[in-house]
């Protein structure tokens, strides 16, 4: 690089940029984009998601990090070999697993692959619907004992949807103990966040928890709760007002696909963690546009990753024509 500026050949804009492509294939900068990742998936924490040996005694630490191992493989596929765009992302069409998680999950593993090895299994395969149905983030958004709607929810409303939450005037705390354990996880949660100080901030965090009640604590699937049949059945008001009625969480995948609201908000987050700044302090972002360009998936997510990197290193820049 050194040598590129005594020669010259580092004062266009195209020269830069041609380099920072480069760059972005480093393994360097691949660990960057991971760590934005660990943010924007939750997964900050290292703790691993525990489960109830009483309840859930297979459910192993082991099994906890392969399942983190295979959230983070499959991404990795998405953005890097399959160079994907936000659609595929968020779609994940296929899930990588290895023989303990798909024995864990009723699937049957290749005879033929090793034990360790990690295999695609399409998603319509294992019954999912998109990134929000990985089992390690289903796990990770619920409780010990059992699934978690408003943890499910927010995270499907801020990140999925693209949707903004104010922070709760009051906390909640659930206590399973508090209900009558013949209930579903729906009636519990419908309950407790009643009063209407509580619902204009959960008619949103419901509708889209409900929508994964069929999955339990460790993200299996499951049709029926306490030998009662588990409703899917929600109505979603989107931005517009407008409201709609959801069957799953195959209508969150189309709800997120629809709109540029989930683009423009990972946007947004990304470039925060790159800068450490919004990119409304930036006069070279132009986020309407870059979101549009998500959407009609005109730039795919290695490209935004390094058009992000490039304009925030270069605001201000006067470039050689």
């Given at each position: 690089?050194?040598?590129?500026i ?5 004062i ?15 393994s360097?900068?691949?660990a ?6 660990l943010h924007?998936?939750?997964m ?8 109830s040996?009483?309840k859930?005694?297979?459910?192993s630490?082991?099994?906890a ?6 959230l983070?493989r499959t ?11 936000f659609?595929d992302f968020l ?5 990588e697993?290895?023989?303990?998680i798909?024995?864990?999950?009723g699937?049957q ?16 395969q294992i ?13 990770s ?5 059992e699934s978690?709607p408003i ?26 103990s ?6 579903t ?11 209407a100080?509580c ?13 994964l009640?069929?999955f339990?604590a460790v993200?299996k699937?499951?049709?029926?709760m ?7 059945m929600?109505?979603y ?7 709609n009625q959801f069957h ?5 995948l189309d ?17 925060k963690?790159?800068?450490?700044q ?9 986020i ?9 998936r005109k730039i795919?997510l ?7 990197c490039?304009l ?10």
């Open positions: 690089m050194h040598d590129l005594d020669r010259g050949q580092f266009k804009e195209s020269q830069i940029e041609n380099q920072a492509k480069q760059m972005t294939m480093d360097r900068a691949k960057k984009f991971h760590d934005f990742l924007w998936l939750d900050n924490a290292e703790e691993l998601p525990t489960k040996t009483q859930y005694p297979d459910f630490p082991i099994l990090l392969d399942l983190r191992r295979s983070f991404i990795e596929k998405i953005v890097w070999e399959k160079k994907g765009h659609e779609r994940m069409e296929s899930f697993f290895n023989q303990a798909a024995e864990y999950y699937m593993f290749p005879k033929e692959k090793n034990a360790t090895d990690f295999v695609s299994f399409h998603s319509s019954k999912r619907q998109g990134l929000h149905t990985h089992p390690y983030l289903l796990a958004h619920s409780y010990a004992e978690s943890h499910r929810g927010v995270f499907v409303s801020r990140k999925i949807l693209g949707r903004t939450l104010r922070p709760p005037k009051e906390a909640i705390s659930f206590s399973n508090d209900f009558n354990p013949s209930w996880m729906r009636q519990k949660v419908s309950t407790l966040t009643k009063p100080n619902m204009s901030c959960h008619d949103l965090i419901n509708s889209t928890g409900f929508s009640e069929g339990d993200g699937a499951r049709e029926e306490n030998g009662k049949p588990i409703n899917l929600v109505k008001m989107d931005e517009e007002g407008n409201e799953g969480p195959s209508y969150l709800q997120a696909l629809k709109s540029t609201k989930p683009s423009e908000s990972f946007l947004e987050d990304l470039f963690h790159l800068a450490k919004p990119a409304q302090s930036y006069s070279n972002i132009e309407a546009e870059l979101s549009k360009m998500i959407f009609q795919n290695s490209e935004l990753y390094m058009k992000l490039f925030a290193s270069t605001e201000g820049f006067s470039f050689q024509r």
